[in-house]
């Protein structure tokens, strides 16, 4: 069965980067994208941007162009999110999920990233 | 900047029968939006619904399907149940980037 396997809970200070990775299993890692969405406490889910399990060829939502970098290791099966300068209004869940279509199907557990002084 | 809007919230009786619906601030959502739609439980990530406009996952229940409908995409919930209560989000394509709407928040009373 697909699982995807988020790594656990940070907290981060303010300016600092954090990288969430995310495991995958029960599928063949290189024919999927892997996309990437936060929600913040209380507000609506937002995509973050996907990345090409075989080519690695990435895709980023506006908002985050230039703080965000998705990558993949396909030895591992894992792909990561980093997201540098953090402030305060980055204090979310952050999701993966497996792409399905031009959607997703499996999502991640969630990893919850505090960033606070 | 897109806006994907939904209606903020909706209440529905059990065994009736609601339409959510999903717009796009670019026009009239079509097929190559690619619409999909998640169901979200307080604590818990979301589970996918439908993709691909009316394409059901295996897991999904037979009383939700999905459309096109006055130039939005739509989820219609038949004969619901109280496990229904959730908040529902659809998801939108536009050419490689993505959008999610505000989300619905569906009472069941």
């Known amino acids: 069965q697909v699982q995807l396997v988020q790594s656990g809970a940070e907290v981060k200070k303010p300016g600092a980067s954090v990288k969430v990775s995310c495991k995958a299993s029960?599928?063949?890692?290189?024919?999927?994208?892997i996309h990437w969405v936060r929600q913040a406490p209380g507000q609506r889910l937002e995509w973050m941007g996907w990345?090409?399990?075989?080519?690695?060829?990435?895709r980023y939502s506006q908002k985050f162009q230039g703080r965000v970098i998705i990558t993949r290791d396909t030895s591992a099966s894992t792909a990561y999110m980093e997201l540098s300068s953090l402030r305060s209004e980055d204090t979310a869940v952050y999701y993966c999920?497996?792409?399905?279509?031009?959607?997703?199907?499996?999502w991640g557990q969630g990893t919850l990233v505090t960033v606070s002084s | 900047q897109t806006v994907v809007t939904q209606e903020p919230s909706l209440t529905v009786s059990p065994g009736g029968t609601v339409t959510l619906t999903c717009a796009s601030s670019?026009?009239?959502?079509?097929?190559?939006?690619?619409p999909n739609w998640f169901q979200q439980k307080p604590g818990q990530a979301p589970r996918a619904l439908i993709y691909?406009?009316?394409i059901k996952h295996s897991w999904t229940p037979a009383r939700f399907s999905g459309s096109l409908l006055g130039g939005k995409a739509a989820l219609t919930l038949s004969g619901v149940q109280p496990e229904d209560e959730a908040e529902y989000y659809c998801?939108?394509?536009?050419?490689?980037?993505?959008?999610f709407g505000g989300g619905t928040k569906l009472t069941v009373l």
């Open positions: 999920a497996k792409s399905r279509g031009q959607g997703v199907d499996h």
């Open positions: 029960g599928y063949i890692f290189t024919d999927y994208s």
């Open positions: 990345i090409n399990g075989g080519n690695g060829i990435t």
């Open positions: 670019t026009g009239a959502v079509t097929s190559g939006y690619y």
């Open positions: 691909s406009t009316s």
């Open positions: 998801l939108l394509y536009y050419g490689g980037a993505q959008v």
